[in-house]
Every structure is written in C-alpha cells, then in structure tokens.
C-alpha cells in the first residue's frame, strides 16, 4: 500500500521560530512512521490576498495567477495536512490568513457551484494545527481554533489535533521545553498512523 501523503504548511514569518521548530518535530515523527510529507514554507511564496473578483463563481478557480494554485493543488491531493502558525493578535499570521482567504474560490466551488449542504460533507482528509503565543490568556487560542475549524470546512478536512502552547516568544523559546518537542513528534507519528 502506498503510504499517506501529508502536506505541512509553515506559517511563521520566522524560519527558525517556535512553531516552524514545532511542526519540522511533527513532520519528523510523520517520516518515521512511513508517510510522505511534503513541506510548504508560505513566507518564500508569491500569494496575493484575495482580491474579491469573484471570477471563481464560473469553476471554483481563483483568477489570480501565483503561487496559491500549487499549494491548494498539493493539499487537495494529500490525506493529510499539518498546518502550524503563531498568534498575532489572536488569529493567525499574515502569511496564513492570506492562504485561507485565498481559499474563498473553494468554497464558491463547494457551496455554490457544487451546492454542498451546509454542514453535510464527508472528511476526506484529517487535519493537525500547531499554534504558539507569547502571552498566558485564557483565550489565546479560541478565536484561531474558529478560523482554522472553518478553513478546515472548505478543504473537506477533519481536525484530528491541535497543539497549542502559551508564554513562548522569542526564537528559541520552545528549546526550553523539550516535553514540547517530544510531544510534537510523537504526535506527527500518531496523525501518519491514523492515516
């Protein structure tokens, strides 16, 4: 049998920061439990926001031409998606917002085009979400959690696990915690598995 494909999506501006360190832990324990993951790192791509043209209501198709295409083109094809962004201001960073709204044409195709019942589709792929943010609050992650669960909707994706860590800040932090890094791995192997 083929194994699964995953692809990891990071969302961090910062290359080495918490959750890029996080997610490249998950990725790890996915390898080592025989799955293929293919890495996407959004801030070395060329994606514009959505613009808002709507030329997507013809075929679900965004009309702008970068970067976007592929990436949606490599999730749709995978079983899995690993998705890891820090908190700035309570949501997710720019570089994934600007993914997830991009990903507006798919829901055109989904709930207009293909007229999918609101709520009445079937996962055809899991999802884990790595998040980290520099302050304790209480509801740090609660608005994030609701916009992933959504992106998640118009991608046919299932949250299986998130990871979610406060009080890390500066590049580094995380290497501090290495109960944090094991756990990341041994969820990545656990989320393959399941796959």
């Not at 969302?11 to 439990?33: F, H, I, K, W, Y």
């Not at 085009?113 to 999802?127: A, H, M, N, S, T």
């Not at 501090?176 to 041994?186: I, Q, T, W």
Request: hydrophobic share 40%; charged share 25%; aromatic share 12%.
């Amino acid at each position: 049998m083929e194994p699964p494909k995953i692809v990891a999506i990071y969302g961090s501006p910062r290359r080495q920061g918490n959750t890029a360190t996080l997610l490249s832990r998950a990725v790890q324990g996915a390898r080592d439990s025989g799955a293929r993951v293919e890495e996407i790192v959004l801030r070395d791509l060329k994606i514009s926001p959505c613009l808002e043209i709507y030329a997507c209501k013809k075929d679900g198709r965004c009309a702008i031409k970068d970067d976007f295409h592929s990436v949606v083109d490599q999730i749709l094809s995978a079983k899995g998606l690993m998705l890891a962004s820090p908190i700035f201001f309570y949501t997710v960073s720019a570089h994934t917002k600007i993914l997830m709204d991009r990903c507006q044409s798919l829901w055109v195709k989904k709930y207009w085009i293909d007229k999918v019942p609101f709520g009445q589709w079937e996962p055809k792929r899991k999802g884990f979400f790595i998040s980290v943010g520099a302050t304790k609050g209480k509801k740090l992650f609660d608005g994030t959690l609701l916009t992933v669960k959504y992106f998640f909707d118009v991608l046919d994706v299932e949250l299986f696990r998130s990871l979610l860590y406060r009080g890390l800040d500066f590049e580094g932090d995380v290497l501090k915690h290495p109960e944090y890094l094991e756990e990341a791995y041994l969820a990545g192997k656990t989320f393959a598995e399941a796959l």
